[in-house]
């Protein structure tokens, strides 16, 4: 799943009608009142203030609002574009300012899409990495080898030189595999895991979205 840690805006002109979308991060139910009432004051008096939001490691909950369009022309759109994205923690508020031209039925979905589309370019997306903790005790005669080895396997966090070296490491796979041929000169032990988020590229966003489907 992917996230994003920041909020975004964009705006587009569909005869005459102004969507601007708004997309926010957030981590419960309650954000998207706040998030709601933010959107009203920025910019108040708008003819629809339409939304969804998807919240979970694995985009368990999800929801959204119409708010006075035609039934499934605002909300679930909006849902459609987020969910093909995989992007889940966030809400993506769409404000219409009624310009005087009726689109019907399906020109709204696609304008609802459009703005939706249109401001997820602009996103970071992060994708939530979970790593695990250890603590490393060894000999200073290790200290390069070990070095190399996580290098490219582990973000060291914390050393201290006292009798011996000690390390408290991040690595990025579990049971520090990595270590086998020297683990019985080493003292490892389990510390707390945690999350990171990654920032992922445009073009390999693509495709992680294309092998999905």
């Known amino acids: 799943m992917l996230e994003i840690n920041q909020q975004y805006e964009n705006q587009i002109i569909i005869n005459k009608s102004r969507f601007i979308a708004i997309l926010y991060p957030i981590t419960e139910k309650d954000h998207i009142a706040n998030a709601l009432d933010d959107a009203k004051i920025k910019y108040p008096k708008a003819t629809h203030y339409c939304y969804a939001a998807t919240l ?18 605002a909300g679930l759109p909006i849902l459609d574009v987020i969910d093909h994205h995989q992007l889940t923690n966030a809400l993506c508020v769409v404000i219409r300012y009624y310009g005087g031209i009726k689109l019907g039925a399906g020109g709204l979905v696609r304008a609802y899409s459009n703005a939706t589309s249109e401001v997820l370019k602009n ?47 991040n690595a990025f796979e579990p049971n520090m595999h990595i270590l086998d041929d020297i683990k019985h000169l080493i003292h490892i032990e389990k510390t707390q895991d945690s999350y990171i988020y990654i920032p992922i590229e445009k073009g390999s966003l693509k495709n992680k979205v294309v092998n999905t489907k």
């Open 56 to 73: 979970g490691d694995q985009r368990t909950w999800a929801t959204y609002q119409d708010n006075g369009e035609p039934k499934g022309t």
């Open 123 to 169: 996103a970071q997306f992060m994708e939530k990495r979970l790593i695990y903790g250890y603590q490393l005790t060894f000999g200073y005669a290790l200290i390069n080898q070990m070095e190399s080895i996580l290098s490219s396997h582990a973000n060291i966090i914390d050393k201290q030189f006292l009798k011996d070296v000690t390390y408290q490491v």
